[in-house]
């Protein structure tokens, strides 16, 4: 393990205007890494741009202290800075080494201190060391290739060097280049431009621009395209255009057979599409090669496959027999690989044919567009169950399977007419404390929640944030300065601890912890009480604690905070804690982080052992909880994969 970091780069950086995520404190505005994950061993640089918001000129430095799983990493590093006027901006660069062990996180606490050694502003960073981009998934998505969006030409966007910057500050690995096919059953033609399906321009160069900057960043791209769609709706349809797509594929309404039309086809509610048979074996030939013309020609690395969800309505195929769609997830998936040279993540919207999808163990990692009902998340404890489902399901080994969620938050409130982006008079913005419960208990329970995208609704935003169906087409609510800190934030909190969170993560079989006093605590998820569940993983017992103590029963049933009214929780006092531990290792040291306090920066706890017929437990106190706390407790680390930092 190295424990010797490097020198910083010494002095200021020149400055470049950037659309980076602007943090609330007086002097660091905003922090990034020059690559989205590192290889074992690589050098990381950080760049901490300041904006001098004191009232004096600032003298001093800046100083970044690494950890892993709350052990510090070497000595701290700084570098200095010198006559930074009021109002001026500059950027320093502070350069770590990285373990060579891969699938850890890094938090990086950051203090700005003057020439006395007083603290002006503290922030964090973190850096993701993994090989690849798909173990811990974190998509976001990219629709600045469109140059216009149906004769609308919003100003959101920057250059695509600038704008996916910006989203790796906000710690996206791999990006959704969301509906920029020529049509659905067709995504490419030799053109420097094309208006896609749905009326918008598409540019080319831009969607290459924005792939090399992907790659410059060590992100990857996926290009999205539906599982069973066909143009039907504009002229010449599919059968007419020259693609060699045939209406025999079809999933027609009615057992028509070989008499079906073209009006025959299940368009589920779009006009313009038809939908192909999933399981038609000729269909799905002619998807993987036309998906492998688009990935080949714009350098695309894989595939985003769309789906609809669940589907009620009976469907017929071209021999008038019934469609059953119990395995064309996997069936679709199987044949189109032999085609497509790349990875490939399918989105089964909703929890319809999952396990299928699953078990076929043909993702590259696990995306869902979770939906808000109690078909699939009909509350914040699902999101536990489905993730402990999947992972079930998957049973990958080394690393078990990844998951990423698509939840649009705020919709209600996003869709008034009132607000400013929809006509009205009001600016309307997310309701942070809605926002920062769904990041909570997405990464609490081991998933990222996949809302972010390129653009900004104003400048400081850093990014814009889905506040429709989960798609990233127009204008979205704009973030409050509170919550452009709180989702920076919690997204590097979720890279800082990713091992924690998110690999291998089993459900513990020590018995069930509890709070002895400061709050009401419940190993169930409801209102009126905070959620405790514990995980297991090689070397540590971890514990989630929720608070929902504020909650209403509305909210709590309403995960995406859709009317925008989520009460936040009231910040505890002290809490005492009893958790019972995996019998079996030696424990060692307990810490404590929340994104909420000190912007994730670890805290050594103290703590006693106890046993009783439940078992060996230990009695410790935390210091105060307002969304989320997590807590770990060494147990046996010294023969886990995560021995050292």
Not at 56 to 70: K, N, P, S
Not at 334 to 358: C, F, H, I, R
Not at 474 to 492: A, I, T
Request: aromatic content about 12%; proline content about 4%.
């Amino acid at each position: 393990m190295v424990r010797k970091l490097f020198l910083a780069l010494a002095g200021l950086i020149p400055f470049v205007a950037n659309a980076e995520p602007h943090l609330s404190g007086p002097l660091i505005q905003s922090v990034n890494t020059d690559f989205s994950h590192y290889r074992g061993g690589e050098r990381v640089r950080m760049t901490v741009t300041l904006s001098n918001q004191t009232g004096a000129l600032f003298t001093g430095r800046v100083i970044g202290t690494v950890t892993g799983r709350g052990v510090q990493v070497g000595d701290p590093i700084s570098t200095s800075v010198s006559g930074l006027a009021t109002g001026s901006t500059a950027s320093v660069e502070l350069r770590f080494p990285s373990s060579s062990t891969n699938w850890q996180g890094y938090f990086v606490n950051l203090v700005a201190v003057d020439q006395n050694g007083h603290q002006i502003d503290q922030e964090a960073g973190a850096f993701d060391v993994s090989p690849d981009w798909w173990t811990y998934p974190r998509q976001c998505w990219v629709v600045g290739a469109y140059t216009d969006w149906g004769g609308w030409k919003p100003n959101l966007f920057g250059t695509p060097q600038q704008d996916l910057q910006s989203l790796n500050a906000y710690k996206c690995n791999n990006l959704q280049f969301y509906n920029m096919l020529y049509r659905w059953h067709q995504p490419w033609i030799k053109s420097s431009s094309w208006i896609n399906g749905d009326g918008e321009n598409i540019s080319v160069d831009l969607i290459q621009r924005h792939i090399a900057a992907a790659k410059s960043l060590r992100m990857g791209t996926l290009m999205y395209m539906p599982l069973y769609a066909a143009n039907v709706g504009i002229s010449p349809n599919f059968v007419r255009d020259g693609s060699g797509a045939q209406l025999s594929w079809g999933a027609f309404t009615s057992a028509c057979g070989s008499n079906c039309k073209t009006a025959d086809l299940w368009h589920d509610g779009f006009s313009n599409i038809g939908v192909m048979n999933p399981n038609n074996t000729s269909w799905q030939t002619y998807w993987g090669k036309q998906a492998e013309i688009m990935r080949q020609k714009l350098g695309f690395d894989g595939m985003f496959v769309d789906t609809y969800g669940t589907i009620n309505t009976p469907l017929w195929d071209w021999s008038a027999k019934r469609i059953i769609m119990d395995t064309a997830y996997s069936s679709f998936l199987k044949t189109v690989q032999e085609y497509v040279k790349g990875p490939m993540v399918l989105n089964p919207a909703g929890s319809y044919n999952e396990q299928d999808l699953v078990q076929s163990g043909r993702e590259t990692y696990h995306f869902v567009e979770r939906w808000n009902n109690p078909s699939d998340i009909g509350n914040f404890g699902d999101l536990l169950t489905k993730a402990r489902q999947v992972w079930g399901w998957a049973n990958r080994t080394p690393n078990n399977i990844g998951l990423d969620w698509d939840m649009g938050m705020n919709k209600t409130l996003g869709a008034s007419k009132a607000c400013s982006i929809n006509g009205g008079s009001t600016a309307c913005t997310f309701n942070t404390p809605g926002v920062l419960y769904q990041e909570a208990a997405d990464l609490a329970t081991g998933s990222h929640h996949a809302w972010i995208v390129d653009g900004q609704q104003k400048v400081g935003d850093g990014a814009r944030f889905i506040s429709n169906d989960d798609f990233p087409i127009g204008n979205m609510l704009s973030p409050k300065r509170d919550m452009v800190q709180g989702e920076y934030d919690y997204q590097n909190f979720g890279v800082a601890y990713e091992k924690l969170l998110r690999l291998n993560i089993n459900l513990s079989k020590a018995s069930p912890p509890s709070i002895v006093s400061g709050a009401k605590g419940s190993t169930t998820a409801a209102t009126g009480s905070v959620w405790l569940f514990q995980n297991h993983r090689s070397g540590f017992d971890i514990l989630h604690l929720l608070n929902y103590q504020q909650m209403s029963s509305a909210s709590f049933n309403d995960v995406n905070d859709n009317a925008g009214n989520a009460a936040a929780p009231t910040l505890t006092g002290a809490l005492q804690l009893k958790m019972y531990y995996t019998p079996g290792g030696k424990l060692g040291d307990l810490y404590t982080a929340s994104p909420d306090v000190n912007h994730g920066a670890p805290v050594k706890l103290t703590y006693v052992k106890g046993s009783n017929s439940l078992g060996g437990y230990i009695t410790f106190t935390l210091p105060s909880l307002k969304f989320w706390d997590m807590v770990w407790l060494e147990n046996g680390v010294a023969s886990s994969d995560y021995e050292t930092p």
